[in-house]
């Protein structure tokens, strides 16, 4: 079974965590993966960088912009995480952008994502019906899973589709807290996910975007059952070194 799905199956809360390959330092990849499962993360997403992040705010789009000038490519990330699997037993999953993985060619792409061990991939810009003509066989044929986004705007006929075609989790963006508001998600954001919680999707869904402390991972994790955290990682990664990651992570988990 995908290690996706089987941290999925477990009884309990799960935390992913979101950084850019190459960030702070171009070889900090496999170190911060490594202290962040040690810190019992449950799921880590490896940011691939790319020069025109649309899907991404300006926090991560920095980081995307430092990466690429210390020189990372998709080539190297997959030759900096050739022997990950010797150490780092949680799911791993590559976001990125279409784009890079097509110059790459899709299917060596995939095939080299199973080698180094990734589970799957999140593709914002990758259209629902062309996922499904042109390279839903391939994942398949390679196991990785492929995770969808909605948003608070998404219809429910998209939803619906998004949860027939999918086999792991729904990434859920809440759209960020309200302005002003810096003690957690807004109201439209809280009646959002008991909406999503009460269609009853096959699919588990886990919330993105907007989760930098206790109260607004406990309010995402309330009714869904995970929770993305990305730019707030990232700006600590700015300004302290990889071996206090553990700070970050008692600060998000116990307050």
């Given at each position: 079974m995908n290690r996706i799905n089987q941290k999925l199956q477990e009884d309990k809360k799960l935390l992913s965590i979101y950084f850019t390959a190459g960030f702070p330092k171009?070889?900090?990849t496999v170190s911060i993966i490594q202290e962040l499962e040690?810190?019992?993360?449950?799921?880590?997403?490896?940011?691939?960088?790319?020069?025109?992040?649309?899907?991404?705010?300006?926090?991560?789009?920095?980081?995307?912009?430092?990466?690429?000038?210390?020189?990372?490519?998709?080539?190297?990330l997959f030759e900096q995480l050739k022997e990950i699997r010797k150490t780092v037993q949680i799911p791993l999953i590559i976001m990125g952008y279409f784009n890079p993985m097509l110059q790459f060619g899709m299917e060596k792409f995939c095939q080299k994502c199973v080698e180094v061990g990734i589970d799957?991939?999140?593709?914002?810009?990758?259209?629902?019906?062309f996922y499904e003509t042109e390279y839903k066989a391939i994942f398949e044929k390679y196991n990785l899973k492929n995770i969808f986004l909605i948003t608070p705007q998404t219809s429910l006929e998209r939803i619906l589709q998004i949860d027939g075609i999918s086999d792991s989790?729904?990434?859920?963006?809440?759209?960020?807290?309200v302005t002003g508001s810096q003690s957690g998600f807004g109201t439209e954001q809280l009646e959002y996910f008991k909406r999503i919680a009460k269609m009853k999707l096959k699919n588990q869904q886990i919330i993105g975007f907007g989760i930098k402390d206790l109260t607004t991972l406990n309010q995402a994790t309330e009714f869904q059952?995970?929770?993305?955290?990305?730019?707030?990682?990232?700006?600590?990664?700015?300004?302290?070194?990889?071996?206090?990651?553990?700070?970050?992570?008692?600060?998000?988990?116990?307050?």
């Open positions: 171009l070889n900090d040690k810190n019992n993360v449950d799921m880590i997403e490896i940011g691939l960088p790319f020069s025109d992040p649309l899907a991404d705010g300006p926090i991560i789009q920095e980081s995307s912009t430092i990466a690429i000038e210390n020189g990372m490519t998709t080539s190297l799957g991939l999140i593709i914002p810009d990758l259209p629902l019906q989790f729904i990434y859920m963006v809440s759209s960020a807290a059952k995970g929770a993305i955290i990305g730019s707030a990682f990232i700006n600590f990664l700015k300004k302290n070194p990889v071996t206090n990651i553990s700070n970050f992570i008692r600060r998000i988990t116990c307050g």
